[in-house]
């Protein structure tokens, strides 16, 4: 009986530890780390919300020239600790590169950044939202 009851309290434990492990990222930090293309100067600025993730808020601005987003910009994103800030430095530059491509909130999540990839996607159709585009 006391190994049954050692058993099951060791199996709970280590449920408890697996779930609470962080495996994305959290906090907000500056875009210094996430290359941006230059802002032409005849293009309009639209940000998205500020969405709320379970590691962080995630806000995508874009910048619409002639019908089209020419410029995506993250000012706010998870940055809480190193591992955030390596996960984001890596995710953030695809996912702005596959929105420009696809002048669209249709793009793929980055494996590894689910969370901030959801936060980012929902945040930009909102920008795209407010600037009208289909």
Request: avoid cysteine; proline fraction near 3%.
């Amino acid at each position: 009986m006391r190994r049954i009851t050692l058993w099951l309290f060791s199996t709970f434990a280590a449920l408890v530890l697996l779930f609470s492990y962080r495996t994305s990222t959290g906090g907000s930090v500056t875009a210094a780390g996430i290359a941006a293309a230059a802002v032409p100067a005849d293009g309009k600025t639209y940000t998205g919300t500020a969405v709320s993730t379970r590691w962080g808020d995630v806000q995508v601005a874009i910048v619409v020239a002639d019908g089209k987003i020419v410029d995506v910009q993250v000012p706010v994103y998870p940055t809480e600790n190193r591992k955030d800030q390596e996960i984001n430095a890596r995710a953030l530059p695809k996912l702005r590169q596959e929105t420009l491509d696809a002048q669209s909130a249709d793009i793929d999540a980055v494996s590894g950044a689910t969370v901030t990839s959801d936060g980012y996607v929902r945040s930009l159709q909102s920008a795209i939202d407010a600037a009208h585009l289909a």
